[in-house]
């Protein structure tokens, strides 16, 4: 039976369900590639996102909404990096309750030699965007960030979730 209340956009949710049920299926399983430390997907990408913010001085909280994952879920992933050596945690002399975070020399060693591998997964991906304007690749981004937001019980109103 076709699922009229799509439209047009049906394979595209298609898509994008089967990504959510395969990440979500995948994400906890720790990979190696080759890497000494294993890592799930959530565990890299707080390691990624710590790395690309550490200039800003984001607090836990910050950036565990930059992933939007709760921040007890992003604690136990920098608990399992800081485990590892990969990050170190710093305050600001002003303010000893925020807690900082950087990447440690190894963690930064780490993230290079792991990232040609990643890079080399992703190089089929990337191209797919190369016909995109800039305008089309923002209202992709945009798409992208309202659907998640369909899903998110934290937002008022707009989601058919109901936190318990």
């Known amino acids: 039976m076709p699922l009229h209340w799509m439209g047009p956009y049906r394979e595209v949710v298609r898509a994008l369900i089967r990504y959510a049920n395969l990440y979500s299926h995948f994400q906890p399983e720790k990979r190696t590639d080759g890497a000494a430390i294993p890592l799930s997907a959530q565990e890299w990408q707080t ?3 710590i790395y690309e913010f550490e200039d800003q001085f984001y607090n836990m909280a910050a950036l565990a909404d930059k992933l939007g994952i709760p921040a007890s879920n992003f604690s136990k992933y920098v608990k399992t990096l800081e485990s590892h050596g990969l990050i170190d945690r ?4 002003d303010n000893r309750k925020s807690i900082i975070l ?3 020399p190894a ?4 993230y290079l030699k ?10 089929s991906i990337f191209p797919l965007l ?3 304007s800039a305008e089309e690749i923002s209202a992709f981004v945009a798409f992208i960030t309202e659907f998640g937001k369909v899903m998110d019980p934290n937002i008022p109103n707009r989601s058919h979730l109901q936190k318990l």
């Open 47 to 49: 390691l990624e996102c």
């Open 90 to 93: 710093y305050r600001i002399k």
């Open 102 to 104: 950087k990447l440690s």
């Open 107 to 110: 963690g930064k060693e780490f």
């Open 114 to 123: 792991r990232i040609q591998l990643i890079k080399e997964e992703w190089a």
């Open 130 to 132: 190369d016909d995109l």
